[in-house]
Each structure stands twice: as structure tokens, then as C-alpha cells.
């Protein structure tokens, strides 16, 4: 099982930027399906964005779309969340969460449930 632990969060306007980032441990870091999911409060964990482990095929939800990139370097067995132009609608905690499924493309990726290993979850915040 992957360990996970993520970094980065904190407090920024609204049109500012932030880069997550996911740390790893763990022998099968390169070759899990890594996804992004955030929760604001009072709300469902929702899925943000997913990266198969040989970081070229990615998926979005609608709403980061060509805001926000996620990316991957197996060399460091980290991976990142590069957030940009961010609004308030974006704060929430941010977890990053590790599969050991394989990911070829499309939204099925975009369940809780394809997921066995989670991080503690970092806070953004955006302010208006």
C-alpha cells in the first residue's frame, strides 16, 4: 500500500495560484493511477483530477478545467496539482489518493472507490 502526504496549501486571493504537492512512500508509487479529490464544507468529497502512472493520460472535472494541471515525476514519487486562477468556489481540502487499477483514459476514474490509499488532506483557502 502507497503512504501518502500532502503539501502546499494555504491561503490565496481570488486569481492567485498554488502548486500541491503529493509525497509517496512506497515500492508501487510508479505504477498506481494517482487522482486529486477535494472537500469543501458541508459537502461530498469530490473528484478533481486523475494521472496514470505514466503520466501521460490525464481526466478533469469540468469545472478545473484549464485552471488547474496535475503531473507526476515517478523519480520523486510525487505528484502535483498546479492550481491557477483560482476562486473561492475552489477552497477545500485537498487529498490526493493513490489506485493500484490501472487508468487508460475517461471519467470512471472519478470514484472514491477506485482508490485504496489516501492522504491526511491539505486546506486552500481562497479569499474574495
Known amino acids: 500500500q502507497v503512504q501518502l502526504e500532502e503539501f502546499g496549501g494555504g491561503l490565496v486571493q481570488a486569481g492567485g495560484s498554488l502548486r500541491l504537492s503529493c509525497a509517496a512512500s512506497g515500492r508501487t508509487f510508479d505504477s498506481s493511477t494517482m487522482g486529486w479529490f477535494r472537500q469543501a464544507p458541508g459537502k461530498e468529497r469530490e473528484f478533481v483530477a486523475v494521472i496514470d502512472y505514466t503520466g501521460r493520460t490525464t481526466y478533469y472535472t469540468d469545472s478545473v478545467k484549464g485552471r488547474f494541471t496535475i503531473s507526476r515525476d515517478n523519480a520523486k514519487n510525487t505528484i502535483y496539482l498546479q492550481l491557477n486562477s483560482l476562486n473561492p468556489e475552489d477552497t477545500a481540502v485537498y487529498y490526493c489518493?493513490?489506485?493500484?487499477?490501472?487508468?487508460?483514459?475517461?471519467?470512471?476514474?472519478?470514484?472514491?472507490?477506485?482508490?485504496?490509499?489516501w492522504g491526511q488532506g491539505t486546506q486552500v483557502t481562497v479569499s474574495s
Open positions: 489518493a493513490a489506485s493500484r487499477r490501472n487508468y487508460s483514459g475517461g471519467s470512471y476514474f472519478s470514484s472514491r472507490n477506485m482508490y485504496e490509499s
